[in-house]
């Protein structure tokens, strides 16, 4: 079983930067593909980008240049840089885990959830 915890969220203006963290337990994390879904205020939960076990990426094209992501096996712990902040970026960020993805982006993919961390950045 994976568990997940993410962290870093925080307020800041817009062109700022902000890092999430997601701390994974379990012994299978590296074999995991991890994602990062978020949902704007009475929005559907978006996919953001993904990193499969194989260090292949995808990014939604609404982030692609701005956001990073990474991932660290040693230390269970997967990383969603943010630069080059907007207002639409203001949302609830989640951590996302599957053993098996199809479609990155699509949210029934993933079976481990976090529990959100905010991100809200003004203008």
């Known amino acids: 079983q994976v568990q997940l915890v993410e962290s870093g969220g925080g307020s800041v203006q817009a062109g700022g930067s902000l890092r999430l963290s997601c701390a994974a337990s379990?012994?299978?994390?590296?074999?995991?593909?991890m994602g990062w879904f978020r949902q704007p205020p009475g929005k559907e939960r978006e996919g953001v980008a993904s990193?499969?076990?194989?260090?292949?990426?995808e990014y939604a094209d609404s982030v692609k240049g701005r956001f990073t992501i990474s991932r660290d096996n040693a230390e269970n712990t997967v990383y969603l840089q943010m630069s080059s902040l907007k207002p639409e970026d203001t949302a609830m960020y989640y951590c996302?885990?599957?053993?098996?993805?199809?479609?990155?982006?699509?949210?029934?993919?993933?079976?481990?959830w976090g529990q959100g961390t905010q991100v809200t950045v003004s203008s």
């Open positions: 990193i499969d076990s194989d260090g292949e990426i």
């Open positions: 996302a885990a599957s053993a098996r993805v199809r479609t990155w982006w699509w949210r029934n993919d993933y079976d481990k």
């Open positions: 379990g012994d299978t994390y590296s074999s995991y593909c």
